[in-house]
C-alpha cells in the first residue's frame, strides 16, 4: 500500500490535450496528494513506465488513466503490453474512455484492466468523477509496492 500521506503517483495516458487539461484541472480540483504525470500516446506510456530515454528519472506510477482511442499505440495494445511485462503488471490501470462500446469493456477487462470508466460529457460530472476516483484509488483500496523487482 502507497504510504498514508505519501502522494499517489498517477500516469494520465491520453492524446486529446483537451481531455488531458480536463483531467490535470480535475485532479488539481480533487485536492488530493498526488503527482501527475502525463503522456500522449501507448509508445510514451511503455517509455515512461520503463524509464528510458528523457524519463530515466521519473518515478513508478502507482495508477495509469489509459485512454482507449490514441495513435501510434492504442490502449488496447498498451494495457496487453503491460500486463505481459513482469516488472509492470501489478500497476493499477483504470480505462477512462469516451467509448461505450461493450466490445471494448470486455477486451479491455480481459486483457487486465482494473476499472473501466466512461468519461462524462458534462464537467461537473467529470469533476466529480476524478474526485471519486482520486479518493478511492488513494484513500479506499490497497496499492501494491513495487519494491524493484518481479514478485
Request: glycine fraction near 8%.
Amino acid at each position: 500500500m502507497t504510504a498514508p500521506g505519501k502522494p499517489i503517483v498517477i500516469l494520465l495516458v491520453e492524446d486529446n490535450m483537451g481531455d488531458a487539461g480536463l483531467a490535470k484541472h480535475a485532479l488539481r480540483a480533487w485536492g488530493g496528494a498526488h503527482t501527475l504525470f502525463h503522456v500522449q500516446d501507448g509508445v510514451d506510456c511503455m517509455t515512461f513506465l520503463r524509464q528510458d530515454g528523457e524519463y530515466a528519472d521519473v518515478p513508478r506510477p502507482d495508477l495509469i488513466l489509459l485512454d482507449i482511442n490514441m495513435p501510434r499505440m492504442n490502449g488496447h495494445e498498451t494495457l496487453k503490453a503491460i500486463r505481459a511485462d513482469d516488472l509492470l503488471r501489478d500497476i493499477v490501470v483504470v480505462v477512462m474512455t469516451t467509448s461505450t462500446s461493450e466490445v471494448d469493456v470486455s477486451l479491455c477487462y480481459q486483457r487486465g484492466a482494473n476499472s473501466y470508466i466512461a468519461k462524462p460529457v458534462e464537467y461537473d460530472h467529470y469533476l466529480s468523477l476524478m474526485r471519486q476516483v482520486g479518493d478511492y484509488w488513494s484513500q479506499v483500496v490497497r496499492l501494491p509496492v513495487f519494491h524493484g523487482k518481479a514478485c
